[in-house]
Each structure stands twice: as structure tokens, then as C-alpha cells.
């Protein structure tokens, strides 16, 4: 139902990214890269969690030698994450990195930037400019500061410097990103930017904060970019475990149905109507559900006003009575259950269903 | 920032709708409404969280009786939620409800709708006309069935015909609301209503499901109709408690600038890069803004890349070093600080600025 905006398509590895390709999940690891072990470990967990790309800081020299190490037993394609210093950028790029990430604001140096394209270019490694709002350089700071630009018009044009100047290598596997942690000017951004070129983009907001606040902000931003059409891939960024990030990446893409669902629990708020004890059902179901990977849709209902249509809709359901529940499956009611019986009943149908559908 | 969609005004109360008004945040009350004490205390305490406008559901003669009481204690203006039986809309304007919400999928008849239009006038109550595609009537899901119009098609079509039996009585205090729990089913037919008509939207997402996953449903779904310009008062529904959904709404105005921010903590996601321990300061900053009303906005990063640009940016904040951190208040660096102190260094600050800012 989304019309995603027309994007050229580069890779990531095997990860295909814009030009139609389904919407991938990022995120980074936040263990320190020269501890190769703990990298490691914490990459197999967001790759178990569904993470479709990882994303390690290259701080000094040994860890871009430590890149070739996680690369090698990683289960998903590594991205090194360059600011400062464009040596750690052409280090890394001796690791099987597949993508590169560098930040305009603080690496600048046109020579730079022209050394890295071409050893990335001989590599075939796609570079992300990636843009921070917190990270503008002082040109840019000072733009703003005299009001000759706006915050969003700097994070353009400063990812744009960069874009030419890949471009005048012949460079052109890009990705951008343009991040702040404020959502209406990195929603206003990008908007911007899909104005100006075709390549693919990162979406994301950034420095969102702790799980509370952070996934507020993440899903109202990346939401709202993605509901326009633009996003090829996407990073949720909170002060939490990345496997946290990737869960809620993967949520935001199926609630948009740019994700195919898994199992799916319909469940209303629990209004004054209702006459039997929703939460623990709910609770229960959500619980035997967990691990579950074959797509199922299931309503937990408390009463008759949406609780037969969004029962009706679902693989099976429960519509909250007095006392008791209808049990609907594929549209059509089943039977009237007991509320004392209405979990086992409800799970014998879900555990069903799942046979039937792995047949 | 964000343009919103020129809508008429209408009044629930005090608090205004539409017509460029703020956007109010709603909630519902999931206490049985012929309970008036248990009602009235969960009404308190959505007050508390900071809930403009409140709702009750009305299943019966006896909870459309129980409505004066409560609207009379109530420091919050109330909706009555109708149902199947337009004599239970007519009974509850004898209370001193601020606004009725009716339902076009389960309350059809012209002349029930004429009534509830002529006595909600009388009292300048304005009306709902709230459809979930959960509970959309036989004549619509039979088209849909037949595939002679989409889902969202059906919602815009069967809330207009509401409408227009409104207007045809002269009532034009009409709110309109398009629920579904597909988020772009519902983000979907808010746009196409918009270009039917200019009456205020109540936006929202149904049976959203339980916070781990409705959060995420109502913040994009919402978030994108917002960033959009559409929706002029907002409910997120969730399967947990009315404060909790008063607490998501709140923030997601705030995330797009749609409401002044209390306190702001920004914290980065914790790379590699990291040198200092971030979570527990994170946290300890929380805690120690738990309470706190007065706009500030506090940035805690743990490395140098973004955070001396967002410690800018705030009214305080820290950006971590090896084993210490600097400390920024105003865009300037105010010292240097060993890890150890870094909360206390950073919550004296904070105190500081908002006893200046009391003052």
C-alpha cells in the first residue's frame, strides 16, 4: 500500500538495498571492536534477533585490524564506522567489510575522500554518508548560527559535498543518512534530500535516547518517512541493547506491512464494556506466542462491538461476552467457551492452526 | 514545523478541537462506568498524567445514569461512548457529558440519528462519528467482500453517511474518526477523508495490542498522519492502563514539537567508541528528572563524535572522554570531570538551571 520512492540499488554483501528491495534492519554493536570476542558474540545475538546488517566503530588503527578477525566469522555483513581519520577508513577496507560509513562533519579532507573512494571502488564496498546534526561542521554551525541556512538545509548540502565528491571519483555505490536527534528536522531532511538525488537511504533518528522516550521518537520518525516512501533502510538508535533496536526495526516495518508478520495479536484497550478479565488472556497469549515463527493472526477481544469483526478478520479469535467468550475461527464461530476455559481453548485453536499451516 | 490541515473548531468543554487549536490528547476509562467511585478515581489519576479530554463507555440505562454523577466530579470533560442503542446517547445528554461518540457500523437508523442530532444540539454537544474497520456494518463488509470497494473506502463512505444525516438536522459540531488495527488501512482513509471534508479528525490506531507492540503500532500510525498535518486530537489504545496511553500520546506530540517539551534527555546508543559507562548515568539522570516540569534538555553522550554538538545544543549536558567527561552548559565547555563525579557534577548543574529558570 505504501508508493516507497524510486531509489538506485547497491549491496550490502548480499543485502540488497533500494531500488525495491525490501526495507533492511540495521543496527551496531556497542561491545569495543579490538574485543573480538565480545563483538562476536554480541553480532550472533542481533543477527538471532533478525538484525539484517551490523555496524561496528573503527576508533583507532587496532580495531580496523580487529575488523578482519569479526569479519571473518560474522554472520552478517560488517559496516565500519569512520569519523576523524579517512586512514582508518582505507585500514578497514583490508577487512572483508562490506560497507563503509563515513561523517562529513568531521572528516573532510577532499584528498580524503578521494583516496577512499577509490580503494572502496576497487573493492566494490558501498560508502553511507552519514550525516549528524550533532555532528555539523563548523562551516555549517556557523551557516546556521547566521540564519543563512536552516539546520536541515546544512545537513543536505553537507552530505551533498561529500556525494560530488565521491562522484568526481566515479564513486556512486552511496547511501545516505541524515540524523538528528530532534524528529521534525530529520523528517524534514530527508524529505529535502529525496528532492535533490536518487541514492538509497539510511533512515534513522538519532541519539533518540532510552528505550521509554527512544521508541516514541524512532517510530514517530521513522514512521513517518517510511509511510511517505522514503527509507531503505532503517536503524533504530536507543541507549538500550541492540537486540532492543532490531526488535522494534522489525515492528516498525510490519506494522507498516513492509514486513511480513509473524504472529500477530490483535487486543483491545479494555473499556467499560467489558465483562470478562482481558489482561492476563492477552498476557497468556502473548506468552505462548513468543517463539513462535509461523504467521498467525490472533484477536483477544472484550467485547461484542469490534470484537466479532476483528475476530472475523484474525486466523482465530476470542469476542468477550458475560462471563464467557465466542471462540471464532477463519470468520465463523466456533463455539461459546466458559471465561474460566477461554485460554486452553483459545490456544488448542492457535496450536492448530500452526500444524495445519506448517503442513 | 509541521503544516497542519485547516479544520473547523469545535469545543469538548474548555478544550478546543480543530481550527489550529493544540492537539489534545484523549483517553477512555476501563473501569465498569456504573462503578461511579472506581470511574471517578481513574479519571483523577488520567488527570494526573496529564489527560485533556476522557471517555466512557455507556453499555447500559444504568451506566448512561451514572454519567451525572461522574461528569459532575470529573475534572475532565467527558465523551459518552455509544453503542447498538441511540436511546442511550439521548439518556446520556441528560448528564452533563461534553461530547457524545456514536458508532456507524452499529447504529443506523436515520431516525435514532435524527433524535441524538436534535437534543446534542440543543445541549452544543458535539458528536463523533467514530468507525472501526472492526466493527464496519453488513451493507460495507459485504462490499468489501464483493470487491466493490476497498476497506479504507468503506470507513470514509460509511462515516459520511453519518454526516450527512448530522447535517440534514442542521448539526454541524461533527468529529471525525477512522480507526483500524493496520496501520495503513488507517493512515490510508484519514487522507482520503481529508479530501472530503473539514471537519476535525480524532486519530488514532485500534486494538493496538499490548504496549510492547501497540506502542510501536500507535506511534507510527499516528506519528505519520501528525507529521502529515492531519489529526487535530489524538488517543493511543492500548491493552494496560489509561495513564500509560495518556503518557505515549503526550510524548509523541512532543517528539514532532506539537507540545512544549518538559524535560528532554538525549543519550546516544553506546558504540564501540565508548569510553565511558553511559547506561547508569543515563538512568541515574532519569531518575533524578522523574518529577520535574520545567522545560530542560540534558544530553548525555559517550563520546566525542555527536556529543559536544548535542551538549551544545542543551540547556546542559556531558559528552564522555577516557575515564572522564565534559562538562557543556550553554554551548560552552565548563570543565573536565573524572567519571566518578560525573553525576553529581551534571545534577548540580541541573538543579542549578532550573532554580534560574524558576525564578
Redesign the interface.
Known amino acids: 500500500?505504501?508508493k516507497r520512492t524510486k531509489t538506485r540499488k547497491i549491496y550490502i554483501g548480499s543485502v540488497a538495498i533500494g531500488g525495491g528491495a525490501p526495507i533492511s534492519v540495521q543496527s551496531?554493536?556497542?561491545?569495543?571492536?579490538?574485543d573480538v570476542q565480545a563483538?562476536l558474540e554480541q553480532i550472533k545475538r542481533v543477527a538471532d534477533a533478525g538484525c539484517d546488517i551490523i555496524?561496528?566503530?573503527v576508533?583507532d588503527e587496532k580495531?580496523a585490524k580487529c575488523l578482519c578477525e569479526i569479519c571473518e566469522a560474522s554472520p552478517l555483513p560488517v559496516i565500519a564506522?569512520i569519523?576523524f581519520r579517512g586512514e582508518l577508513a582505507l585500514l578497514s577496507l583490508d577487512a572483508d567489510i562490506k560497507g563503509l560509513r563515513i561523517?562529513p562533519?568531521?572528516l573532510e579532507n577532499p584528498e580524503d575522500i578521494a583516496r577512499i573512494a577509490e580503494k572502496a571502488g576497487d573493492k566494490n564496498v558501498p560508502i553511507r554518508v552519514g550525516v549528524?546534526?550533532?555532528?555539523?561542521s563548523k562551516k555549517w554551525r556557523e551557516e546556521i548560527h547566521q540564519g543563512t541556512c536552516t539546520v536541515e538545509e546544512a545537513m543536505v548540502e553537507s552530505a551533498l559535498v561529500h556525494v560530488r565528491l565521491l562522484e568526481k571519483q566515479g564513486f556512486e555505490l552511496i547511501k545516505i543518512a541524515l540524523k538528528s536527534?530532534?524528529?521534525?528536522?530529520t523528517?524534514?531532511a530527508y524529505r529535502l534530500m529525496a528532492n535533490r538525488c536518487d541514492y538509497p537511504f539510511h533512515v534513522g533518528i538519532?541519539?533518540?535516547?532510552?528505550p521509554?522516550?527512544?521508541?516514541?521518537?524512532s517510530?514517530?520518525?521513522?514512521?513517518?518517512l517510511?509511510?511517505?516512501g522514503l527509507g531503505d533502510t532503517l536503524r533504530v538508535?536507543?541507549?538500550?541493547d541492540?537486540e532492543q533496536?532490531v526488535f522494534?526495526g522489525i515492528?516498525?516495518l510490519q506494522?507498516?506491512?513492509l514486513r511480513e508478520q509473524g504472529t500477530e495479536?490483535?487486543?483491545?484497550?479494555?473499556?467499560?464494556?467489558?465483562e470478562i478479565n482481558?489482561?492476563p488472556l492477552?498476557?497468556k497469549v502473548?506468552q505462548h506466542l513468543a517463539k513462535e515463527t509461523i504467521p498467525i493472526k490472533v484477536?483477544v477481544?472484550g467485547c461484542i462491538?469490534?470484537?466479532p469483526?476483528?475476530a472475523r478478520?484474525a486466523d482465530v479469535g476470542i469476542a468477550g461476552g458475560k462471563g464467557s467468550g465466542a471462540l471464532f475461527r477463519g470468520g465463523e464461530i466456533v463455539r461459546s467457551v466458559p471465561e474460566e476455559e477461554l485460554f486452553t481453548a483459545l490456544a488448542a485453536e492457535i496450536d492448530k492452526i500452526i500444524e495445519e499451516k506448517k503442513k
Open positions: 500500500m505504501i551496531m554493536t556497542n561491545t569495543d571492536t579490538r563483538t555496524r561496528c566503530a576508533p580495531a564506522d569519523h561523517n562533519g568531521n549528524n546534526a550533532g555532528s555539523l536527534s530532534h524528529v521534525p528536522t523528517i524534514q538519532t541519539e533518540a535516547g532510552t521509554r522516550i527512544g521508541i516514541v521518537k517510530c514517530v520518525g521513522i514512521g513517518a517510511l509511510s511517505e538508535s536507543l541507549t538500550a541492540p533496536e522494534v515492528n516498525i506494522s507498516l506491512g495479536i490483535i487486543s483491545c484497550p479494555m473499556c467499560g464494556r467489558m482481558l489482561l492477552v498476557e502473548e484477536a477481544m462491538v469490534n470484537g469483526g476483528e478478520e
